[in-house]
């Protein structure tokens, strides 16, 4: 069996949304909510408790924001790859297209990576502020 264009493109939507992957919408997001489904990402053996988004001061809750406003860009990004994904499937496969899509995944594969490196920030903002309250 073939997977289709929209086959393939809802096995990645469906990896996102275990991440709290949400279409683009009007609404401001919902940052206690959106931290529920990442906080599971910071627990460690030493940090067994992840604080809920309301439990945290003012500096680990703005690199909580951060990281998950990294992870909403790469969501639209991903949905730019998705619309110029259908487009080649619909149109055919032109050089303009195919240049089109590349810059986008391009766009979306570095904003991941930046997800990445929030990651990293948060980690070290628990690791000098969550991590310390819990010796103290």
């Not at 690199?63 to 990294?70: D, E, H, N, P």
């Not at 730019?80 to 391009?106: F, P, S």
């Not at 979306?108 to 920030?121: Q, T």
Request: charged residues 25%.
């Amino acid at each position: 069996m073939f997977a289709s264009p929209q086959h393939l493109i809802d096995g990645e939507i469906a990896e996102l949304k275990r991440f709290g992957y949400t279409p683009l919408g009007d609404a401001t997001p919902d940052w206690p909510g959106m931290w529920q489904l990442l906080q599971g990402d910071f627990a460690t053996l030493q940090r067994v408790h992840v604080p809920a988004y309301a439990e945290m001061s003012p500096w680990p809750q703005e690199g909580a924001r951060i990281y998950m406003r990294r992870r909403l860009l790469a969501d639209r990004l991903f949905e730019e790859c998705q619309a110029l994904y259908h487009r080649l499937h619909a149109e055919g496969i032109n050089t303009e297209l195919v240049e089109a899509y590349t810059l986008a995944r391009d766009a979306y594969e570095e904003a991941v990576l930046d997800f990445g490196k929030a990651r990293e920030m948060l980690e070290d903002v628990f690791t000098r502020t969550v991590d310390l309250a819990a010796v103290s």
